[in-house]
């Protein structure tokens, strides 16, 4: 049975810092690329930021380009992210995919599981 269990959420202030975890079991991690998604209250899912299998490749929406990182250690079957000068606007629950193909994609619909999702809150 696949499980994936993302950590890290909390209530933070503005300017801060979090690294959310994500760890997968029941499955192969480095056969899955490995995205982050959030949803804030009242909007869409959005896709956050991808990393491939290997680690080689990632991606971020232009929301977090330069302040958020990704990254992965298949040795523990978890990926990170590392999310530093946190705006009030990132407060969004944040939820981990695995994809079973080495690229990335933007739609949630090419993701095969799905995590419950970690909170994160940033005050003003």
């Known amino acids: 049975q696949v499980q994936v269990v993302e950590s890290g959420g909390d209530l933070v202030q503005a300017g801060g810092s979090l690294r959310l975890s994500c760890t997968a079991s029941?499955?192969?991690?480095?056969?899955?690329?490995m995205g982050w998604f959030r949803q804030a209250p009242g909007k869409e899912r959005e896709g956050v930021s991808c990393i491939t299998r290997s680690g080689s490749s990632v991606t971020y929406a232009d929301s977090v380009k330069e302040r958020f990182t990704i990254s992965r250690d298949n040795a523990k079957n978890t990926v990170y992210l590392q999310m530093n000068s946190l705006k009030p606007e990132d407060t969004a629950m944040y939820y981990c995919?695995?994809?079973?193909?080495?690229?990335?994609?933007?739609?949630?619909?090419?993701?095969?599981?799905w995590g419950q999702g970690t909170q994160v809150t940033v005050s003003s």
């Open positions: 029941g499955l192969t991690f480095d056969n899955y690329a």
């Open positions: 995919a695995a994809r079973a193909w080495n690229w990335c994609s933007p739609r949630m619909n090419d993701y095969d599981y």
